[in-house]
Structure formats: C-alpha cells, structure tokens
C-alpha cells in the first residue's frame, strides 16, 4: 500500500534546502550548510525504497519503467529549462552543459580535479547537479538491482544484502581515498553510501513498522541540535567530511527521518508552515538559487535579499506552472517522452559538438585548474607601443591577473596584461601531491617552459612571478618526491627560477617577484603548512638577494591587512577585493618600473 504523504518530512526538506541556501549565501555560522545535500541523499534513499518496497508487498514485482517516467516527470522539466536558458545565454561552458543533461557532473568534477572548497571562486552556475546527478545514478540502478535481489533472494534477505554491498562499496572507496577529498566528496559510490543508509532504514521500517517507539523518535530534537552544531563549526575542509564521516551524519539524518514519522514537538516544527511550504518547492529552491545568487550576489544585505526573492518567486513558479502540472499528467506519455529526449539530445549534444558559447574564457576567467592563458591575441604584437604586462604563477597569480585586466586603465588599453597563472601549478617538479597519497599530475595550463618561450617571444615591460601555495607541496622530481625544506627541492627551485630570470632578462623585462603569504586554510591542506612557508619564503629571499635587480611583490605583508571575510576559501581574493587590490597599488606599482 502506498504511504501517504507526511508534511513532517516536506519540513525536513524545507530545513536541508533552507542549510544548502545559507551555506551558498555564505551566511555566518553556515559555513556547515553543505550538509543539508547529506540530509537530501538519506532522505532520498528513505524515500524511494520505501515507495518501491510497498509496491513489490502489493504486486510481488516493480513496474521499473513506470518508476522511471515518474523520476523523469519529476526531475527534467525544471532542469532542462534552467540547462537550457543558461546555455542559450551564454552564462555556462559546453562541458558543464553536458555534464548537467546526461547527469554526470560529479564525475566531470573529479576528472577535473575541482574541489567544491572552490566553488565561491570559480562560481559554475551548474556545478550543483553534481548532486542531481549522484541521486539520478543511484534512481537508475538501484531499482533495477533491487529487484533482481527481491526475486534471487526473497523479500527480506535480497534487499538488506543488497544494501549491505553498497555500504561496502562506500566505505571501500573512502579508505581507497583517504586524502583525496575531492574524489571522496564527488564520488558516485562514496556518496552513495549516505543514500543507501536511508534505504536501510526504509527497509527496518518496512518489516518492523513499530520501530520508531517513543524512545527512538525522541531521538530526533537532539539529532537536529546535534546537526545544527556541525553546520556551524565544519566546513568543506573539514577531515571529518573526507573520511567516512559523512556515513556517520546519515545516522543522524535516520534519527530527524524517524521523528517526522511519529507525532510529537518535533514533528509539529516540522510542520510549521514555511519550513514546510520550503520542503514542497525544495527542488526548485535547489536548482535556481545557484545561478541567481552568482548572476546577483549575496555580499550585501539588499543583494542578499533580491537574490533569495528572485529564488523563492521562481521556484514557486516552476512549481505551481511547470514541476506540478506535468507531474501530475498535464502531458501525456506519448507527449512528454519524444519532446523530452528531443530536448536531451538537443541541449546536450549541442553542447557535445559545441553548438553552445564555450563559457568563461581567458578573459573572463576567475581562477582554477580549466582557466585557459588569457589575453594571447597581443603575443602577435611583441612592439607594441602599449605597456606589457606578463604574470605567471599560479591560482593566486590567476586572481591578480584578473583583477588586473579589470582596471581601468587595462579596459581602456592603456596597458596589456596577459595571465599565465595556472591552478595547483607548482614552478618546478613533473607531478605534486598535498599528502602521500594524492598524487596529481600538473593541469594543462600548467607550463613553465610554454610560458618562458612566450615571454622570449612577447618580451612584456613586466614579468610578475607569483607562485604561492602549489611551491609548498611535495613535488615529484625525476624519480624522486621533495620539497623546499630538502637540499634537492630548493636545487630545482633555483635552477627553475633562474631560467625564467634569464628569459626575462634578455626580453628586457622587469621582474617582480611574489613572496608567499600564509593563508588561513594551509594547516587543513598541508600538515607542515608553517615550515613549508617559511621555507619557501627563505628560498625566494635568497633569490631577492642574488639577484637586487628584482623587485619584491609583497604580497605576505598585504595579505596580512586583508580582513578575512575578503577571501574567498581564505586563500584567493573575492572578485571585488581582487579589483581593489589591482587598482589600489598592484598595477600602480608595477607601472613604476615603466617609469623608472
């Protein structure tokens, strides 16, 4: 039979979207709200067993292709729209257009080794169906394994081993990747665990309808204290997230899933009536409140303010005028299937062929491991009366290229700037690691020799050398692991930058060269955070010293004076503090060379 419909559990949705919301907002104490997606998988799970479970009671089998078309009548109106007015308006790339339609962006985030602590940098409009997008590979295979299970095995015994083997598979791939949290934080099978935990409890419930007693139900007030103290003092970084411990905080979505289900104090908050009208329009919630808040901002309060009313007015919309009435039948089969697929097809291998704009391009680029070389079009211009100015380095050197090009004086041509900065590129090694095991090769922008050759070919006025964080980790040279506190690191450092002096030298450049400042989130990401920076910073002064004629950038002692709510990850500028920087006294004080 099916189970009709609880509020409590729309309050519980209304809670999990309202964290995700806070979370992207970037509201104080919030900085945990990612957690509320862990909430939405467990719920999920929960939800979708049990509605498959009480249909193979009533039938003895599962109508797969009939569950499926309620999971598409569900799901694709409002994405395909989003997908395809940000396509059509040139606001996303070809590669997460494609991502989005044939839901694997988890994995394109993976492959592309973009941790989601960058997601306020590089700000995707569509990196959040990176969750769509594990729910939607979960909706189509568990149902299909569920029932091979339910007829090999019987009704109690298939699904919990089932259940069980994908706990397993989870757990395996969080030990497999101890210290890679982007991959444990994207993965299709880490996270699958968390959903899987909310088909166990389906499952309990299913053959022990009593479970949830008084005792276990009054579980669930301090689960949601317990929950909301994590919201606040966690964040993306957090080891805890990375390391399995996100199957723990699905016993806690259980224990706030099985107090919806019983009446009591708990249960009535739930019900209240905006946590629970946030529950009804929660996916729309989900899927428009990204790009409105990267399109509007939320730094302000009045920013903050249009952008959550512009995210509540259109997901009420696509709820009552879109998401509602097709689920409900407005289209018939016949309809809704063909236009559907011609839609899927069309969007995403329009993408695929590169019938949409490709996105941020170099010039628009903000910072991280895709970010292409920028402004190449004035390498055919090496005698250009126009100042030149080259910068190199690496994500950090991403965002001082950008706020450079912002200038006034770069938009009206009155100087040339060219970023070859490059995300996670260290100056010297073949590969880098932040831990032992988490090798990653250079990214494809990650060139030192391509951008000597520009700089030979160019000769820019101006070579800034900015390599911060990435010279702090353990980088791979010939068959052998070092850094800048060994004799062998520092050897290849030095060899690497005085090849790159000489370059510049004979272009006839001035040379700025970066210290490294010491960012807030260094200790998360790397151990030894404070030697390595204090090494690196040694390295770069013995540089300074052997060479007078290059000129310090410091970028240590400003970064000191920024406040920290004007980094993003508290390593990379916001978009705004980056363009003060630059006009404040960045290009002013590279044009001084020019001057002299």
Not at 88 to 113: K, M, P
Request: aromatic fraction near 10%; hydrophobic fraction near 45%.
């Amino acid at each position: 039979m099916a189970q009709p419909r609880n509020n409590a559990l729309d309050g519980l949705r209304g809670i999990a979207v309202l964290l995700v919301l806070a979370f992207h907002a970037r509201l104080p104490g919030f900085a945990g709200g990612f957690l509320g997606v862990s909430i939405f998988f467990t719920l999920s799970g929960f939800l979708i067993t049990r509605l498959l479970l009480d249909e193979y009671a009533t039938t003895a089998d599962l109508d797969l292709p009939r569950f499926l078309l309620r999971r598409a009548r569900r799901l694709l109106p409002a994405s395909l729209l989003l997908v395809l007015l940000l396509a059509l308006t040139g606001q996303v790339t070809q590669y997460d257009v494609f991502g989005a339609v044939f839901y694997h962006s988890n994995w394109q985030q993976i492959w592309s080794s973009n941790d989601y602590s960058a997601l306020f940098a590089t700000e995707p409009m569509l990196l959040h169906f990176w969750s769509l997008a594990i729910e939607e590979q979960y909706y189509l295979l568990f149902p299909v394994l569920l029932l091979v299970a339910l007829r090999r095995l019987g009704s109690r015994r298939g699904p919990l081993l089932l259940i069980g083997l994908v706990l397993v598979l989870s757990t395996l791939g969080y030990l497999a990747n101890l210290y890679d949290p982007l991959r444990t934080y994207y993965g299709s099978d880490t996270r699958a665990g968390e959903i899987a935990i909310g088909s166990l409890l389906a499952l309990l419930l299913h053959h022990r309808p009593g479970v949830p007693a008084r005792a276990l139900t009054r579980m669930a007030s301090p689960a949601l204290a317990l929950v909301l103290f994590l919201v606040y003092i966690s964040t993306t970084t957090s080891s805890w997230v990375a390391r399995g411990g996100l199957l723990g905080f699905a016993l806690l979505s259980c224990a706030l899933i099985l107090g919806a289900l019983r009446p009591g104090l708990y249960a009535r908050l739930l019900v209240a009536s905006p946590l629970r009208h946030a529950g009804v329009i929660s996916y729309g919630l989900y899927l428009y409140h990204w790009p409105v808040f990267v399109l509007f901002g939320t730094g302000t309060p009045p920013r903050l303010l249009l952008a959550l009313t512009t995210t509540y007015l259109l997901a009420l919309f696509s709820y009552r005028y879109l998401e509602y009435p097709i689920r409900s039948g407005l289209f018939s089969t016949k309809i809704f299937l063909p236009t559907t697929l011609t839609l899927i097809l069309a969007i995403g291998l329009g993408a695929g062929w590169g019938g949409w704009r490709t996105g941020s391009s170099g010039e628009d680029c903000f910072y991280g491991d895709d970010c292409p070389p920028t402004g190449t079009a004035w390498l055919d211009e090496p005698d250009s009366a126009t100042p030149k100015i080259l910068v190199l380095g690496d994500s950090v050197a991403q965002v001082t290229s950008w706020g450079l090009r912002h200038t006034k004086a770069a938009s009206a041509e009155e100087v040339q700037i060219v970023g070859l900065g490059a995300g996670g590129c260290p100056m010297f090694g073949s590969a880098y690691r932040w831990h032992p095991n988490a090798t990653r090769p250079w990214n494809k922008n990650c060139d030192l020799e391509a951008a000597i050759e520009t700089i030979r070919t160019w000769r820019p006025d101006v070579v800034l050398v900015m390599f911060t964080l990435s010279n702090q980790v353990d980088v791979q040279v010939g068959s052998t692991w070092t850094n800048l506190t060994e004799p062998a690191g520092r050897a290849a450092f030095t060899a690497r930058a005085e090849s790159l002096i000489a370059a510049a030298s004979a272009a006839g450049s001035t040379i700025w060269w970066s210290d490294a400042p010491t960012t807030t989130p260094q200790s998360k990401m790397l151990a030894p955070a404070a030697t390595r920076a204090g090494a690196h910073n040694e390295a770069i002064d013995a540089l300074l010293d052997e060479h007078p004629a290059i000129e310090r950038f410091p970028l240590r002692s400003v970064y000191t004076q920024i406040p920290s709510t004007d980094f993003r990850d508290g390593v990379h500028l916001t978009h705004s503090r980056a363009l003060i920087e630059a006009e404040t006294w960045q290009l002013p004080r590279l044009l001084t060379s020019l001057r002299r």
